[in-house]
């Protein structure tokens, strides 16, 4: 594992072993143990060009349990907003001999630009970026999803809301279908479910009640209002009334079913705060369980540096 841009594309084994990983580290993202040292040495660089509350904080976390130096570029005060451009600032911090670029942009294929031109022994990590990928926290949803419900062949799973833009949705699609999900639901008004969609086999609703039927886990997604542009949308109260997930709409999921999202929420929009703060919330476990998911994927492309740099090739 070089980079670690996208689900798209990656197999069983490989998501099951990221999985696998993150469970061994659970005892130290939750500091039972302090450290590990399979980072020390190593300059790991969190360059978030758009706004983040827990991707950047776990990646801190997770970086500093694995004993990396851990650089956070604050692009509000770096030199990008004097005009330099993504390349520049990605030699500049090259040179200062860095070994992993975390990177969050708006710009769909951000992350990519910066694998396709860094130095060969740099890895990247894609930290979500615009409407496309937001690979980690779709591992970190899979890995709360299974410390749950164990095996995805069984699972009914329903993602709810704005599908068209949510990078979120589009990576669970890829982890869910990857792990063999039993069946994969997307449900949200026709203005927020793109056509493709159909290409990754879903089940296509557009009836919160109707979609969430029998479903195992339910995860609510936020209304990313700063990446419409002219699509024909609701109010939000409208929205709330349609497709906000509220102890009633739960109904006819399963009893046991869990609930999710990636945050932040939009309380009284997506979801009702009895839903998100109820008994059936997983939602903060999602965001200490990306401690130990996200020391996984760096451990892992580390690891792979380091075989590289022995003559020993990719693992
Ligand atoms: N889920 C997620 O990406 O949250 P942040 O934007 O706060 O990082």
């Not at 949200?188 to 990754?200: C, K, M, Q, S």
């Amino acid at each position: 594992l070089k980079h670690f841009l996208t689900i798209d594309g990656l197999d069983r084994p490989l998501l099951t072993e990221i999985l696998d990983r993150a469970e061994g580290f659970l005892g130290v993202s939750e500091q039972a143990v302090k450290k590990v040292p399979l980072c020390r040495g190593k300059i790991i660089a969190n360059l978030f060009f758009e706004n983040s509350t827990r991707t950047r904080t776990t990646f801190e976390l997770a970086a500093k349990r694995l004993s990396a130096d851990v650089l956070n570029l604050n692009i509000g005060t770096s030199s990008t907003s004097k005009g330099e451009t993504l390349l520049d600032t990605l030699r500049n911090l090259e040179a200062m001999h860095v070994d992993m670029f975390v990177v969050r942009h708006n710009v769909s294929g951000a992350a990519h630009f910066f694998a396709q031109h860094a130095a060969p022994h740099i890895s990247v990590i894609n930290a979500g970026d615009g409407s496309h990928s937001h690979p980690t926290q779709a591992m970190l949803d899979m890995f709360t999803i299974r410390r749950h419900k164990g095996d995805f062949g069984q699972l009914t799973v329903a993602i709810v809301g704005d599908i068209l833009h949510s990078r979120v949705a589009r990576s669970q699609i890829h982890a869910l279908r990857g792990l063999g999900t039993g069946e994969v639901r997307v449900i949200g008004p026709r203005t927020l479910i793109p056509a493709p969609v159909e290409d990754l086999d879903v089940r296509i609703f557009h009836d919160l009640r109707e979609g969430v039927r029998d479903a195992d886990v339910v995860i609510m997604l936020r209304l990313q209002r700063e990446r419409m542009t002219g699509a024909l949308l609701p109010s939000e109260r409208e929205y709330f009334h349609l497709y906000g997930l509220t102890e009633a709409q739960l109904e006819t999921a399963k009893p046991d079913a869990i609930v999710m999202h990636p945050g932040p929420i939009n309380r009284g929009v997506e979801m009702d705060s009895q839903v998100a703060d109820g008994p059936r919330s997983v939602i903060l476990e999602q965001v200490s369980n990306g401690i130990a998911v996200r020391m996984a994927i760096m451990s892992m492309c580390i690891g792979s540096q380091n075989r590289r740099s022995q003559g020993e090739g990719d693992g």
